[in-house]
């Protein structure tokens, strides 16, 4: 009796000795995955490090490369002013070719300067006033705001010490000498485009502070200008969604009854013209000229006009791929019979 009870007890000790290995190399097994799962994350970690490292020398190396952001406009500048405020001020102008076409970054508040500040009060319901008061020290912060400066070295400063176009003397100016301001772009969108543009074809506004990202800087490269003959296709691979940048607007040849309008874009353009007597300018009831030939040099011609009488004028431009831009309220008088 006794044997036949030890035979089951010794048959669950035999099995219970053949699964404690089982067991062990399930655990082993367990243990290992958690091991490597662990190796995983740390090594993910490692690389998360690494990319914070590289966004933390990437921000240093731009802080070497600009001097300092500006960040206010916090004094009353006027004619003779001179300095860092002066510049920011003439970049924010020169973003609008309407508002400032000389585009001159002198860092000395001259007449062109003054005459573009006023274009700018204007524009914005200010008293033209041509100085930077308190007003007008809120509407650049709030421009300043969202297109951001910094001051770099200007490796073609003029050391010579004559006077720019607008008067300034490039070889003195105290803060900020030898020092140019560049635009802060963020990834993603381009501020103030006009600065990213050549004036007259042939030099940068304000350049850019820092390394763009590929896709703006072949945005940038596709709007240069071309010799080719694609019509200023600007991208076949980018969509094209800046709108045409119009410059050198004025009337000219202007008689008793006759004026020619004329200005250029940046590349081909359809255009409108609309012109009255009466000011603000209203599209809805002014006289309307169109001319739907793209090309980048327009012009007009006015006729039947009244003899010593202010007309007001405004155009609208549109390039292939409907982008369009329009400019501030022009003026001219005609000449008396």
Same mark, same amino acid.
């Given at each position: ?287 309307? #000229?169109? %001319?739907? =030939?793209? +090309?980048?040099?327009? /012009?007009? @011609?006015? &006729?039947?006009?009244?003899?010593? $009488?202010?007309?007001?004028? #405004?155009? %609208?431009? =549109?390039? +292939?791929?409907?982008? /369009?831009? @329009?400019? &501030?309220?022009?003026?001219?008088? $005609?000449?008396?019979?």
């Amino acid at each position: 009796m006794k044997e036949k009870l030890l035979l089951p007890i010794l048959g669950l000790i035999t099995a219970g000795t053949m699964l404690i290995p089982a067991i062990s190399m399930a655990q082993s097994t367990a243990t290992t995955t958690q091991i490597n799962s662990i190796s995983t994350l740390l090594q993910q970690l490692q690389t998360l490090r690494k990319q914070i490292d590289d966004l933390k020398a990437s921000q240093q190396t731009l802080q070497t490369q600009v001097a300092t952001e500006f960040n206010a406009f916090i004094v009353t500048l006027s004619l003779g002013s001179q300095g860092d405020a002066v510049k920011a001020l003439q970049a924010l102008l020169a973003a609008n070719p309407d508002i400032y076409p000389e585009g001159l970054i002198t860092g000395f508040f001259g007449k062109a300067t003054e005459r573009a500040l006023k274009r700018l009060q204007r524009v914005n319901g200010l008293e033209q006033i041509g100085r930077v008061g308190p007003r007008t020290r809120q509407l650049l912060n709030r421009l300043l705001r969202e297109n951001s400066i910094a001051f770099e070295d200007d490796d073609d400063g003029d050391e010579s010490g004559n006077r720019g176009n607008d008067g300034s003397n490039r070889g003195h100016g105290g803060r900020g000498e030898n020092k140019r301001p560049c635009a802060i772009v963020p990834p993603g969108h381009l501020i103030a485009s006009g600065w990213l543009k050549k004036h007259d074809g042939n030099r940068l506004i304000v350049p850019v502070c820092q390394t763009l990202p590929g896709g703006i800087e072949r945005k940038l490269d596709d709007d240069e200008d071309d010799d080719d003959d694609d019509d200023n296709q600007r991208s076949t691979t980018t969509p094209d969604i800046i709108a045409p940048i119009i410059s050198n607007l004025v009337a000219t040849s202007t008689t008793s009854s006759v004026a020619s309008v004329v200005w250029s874009t940046d590349e081909k353009t359809t255009s409108t013209l609309w012109y009255s007597t009466t000011t603000p300018l209203n599209t809805s009831s002014a006289i309307r #000229l169109d %001319n739907n =030939s793209r +090309k980048t040099s327009h /012009s007009y @011609t006015l &006729t039947g006009l009244t003899a010593s $009488t202010t007309y007001y004028y #405004l155009v %609208n431009v =549109s390039d +292939k791929s409907h982008n /369009s831009a @329009t400019t &501030t309220e022009h003026s001219f008088i $005609t000449l008396t019979n």
